[in-house]
């Protein structure tokens, strides 16, 4: 799968595509992270890429040139890329999104704003979507662009040393999940539970549902109504709440 970053920040991304689970996933070959620099567009010989805001206003704007040349210069083709703009004006970007995301056939390509904003008519003419990853203001788009493309890196096929891992990762069915323990069995008192000790596998997935469930509804209380679609699990849910009481 191919991901590309568009950024005026190329080091900031580059450290951390270098390391850990994505770095062996480039170096496999099954995705491909591309990085370029903004400023090589822009169109002056300063490498201007903002400008005050029209109609006045605090911060600088990040100026529509430079997006639309690198775009119409590196990925012509529209059907062959999908402009993503990272941005809190977006939609909240979730699991789901990651992957519908990962099962796309085009080059993902994230435009990174920084200053106050990008002029409109980036996002208006040329972004194929505005994703949000929460309510909150960062700098830049770059955080937000690496977010989006470790979540959908996860779901592809070879990237992760055991596939069941992105499987039983939180929100991949819908809840958060379960609590993880490893050696040893007792640090300073406290004990891994003992059901996790037994060798029954059927015991250990009752008690593993249980306990997402219970998280869910304690820490994400929608979460979990909307994930009760069996008898067996809207019972669970039922007798979590009685021993709640």
């Not at 994505?22 to 903004?38: C, D, E």
């Not at 979730?94 to 980036?122: H, M, N, P, W």
Request: aromatic share 8%; proline share 6%.
């Amino acid at each position: 799968m191919k991901f590309s970053i568009v950024t005026i920040f190329p080091e900031m991304v580059e450290a951390y595509l270098g390391a850990s689970i994505l770095k062996r996933a480039i170096q496999k070959g099954l995705i491909t992270v591309s990085v370029h620099n903004l400023r090589d567009f822009a169109t002056d010989k300063h490498k201007t890429v903002d400008d005050y805001p029209y109609g006045g206003g605090v911060g600088m704007v990040m100026k529509p040139e430079p997006f639309f040349r690198i775009t119409e210069g590196l990925w012509p083709v529209r059907e062959e890329r999908k402009i993503l703009v990272p941005s809190p004006k977006g939609p909240l970007f979730d699991q789901e999104k990651a992957l519908a995301l990962s099962q796309d056939k085009t080059e993902l390509v994230f435009l990174c704003g920084r200053y106050e904003a990008i002029d409109e008519r980036v996002t208006e003419h040329l972004a194929d979507e505005e994703i949000s990853i929460g309510d909150y203001v960062l700098t830049g788009g770059e955080l937000p662009a690496l977010v989006i493309i470790d979540a959908v890196s996860r779901l592809i096929p070879g990237v992760l040393g055991d596939s069941r891992s992105s499987e039983e990762d939180s929100f991949s069915c819908g809840l958060l999940d379960y609590p993880h323990y490893t050696r040893p069995e007792d640090f300073r008192g406290i004990r891994v539970p003992d059901v996790l000790l037994s060798g029954n596998h059927r015991e250990i997935a009752a008690w593993r549902k249980k306990r997402s469930l219970q998280l869910t509804m304690e820490r994400r209380p929608a979460l979990a109504e909307r994930y009760a679609s069996s008898p067996e699990d809207r019972e669970i849910i039922e007798r979590i709440k009685e021993e709640q009481q």
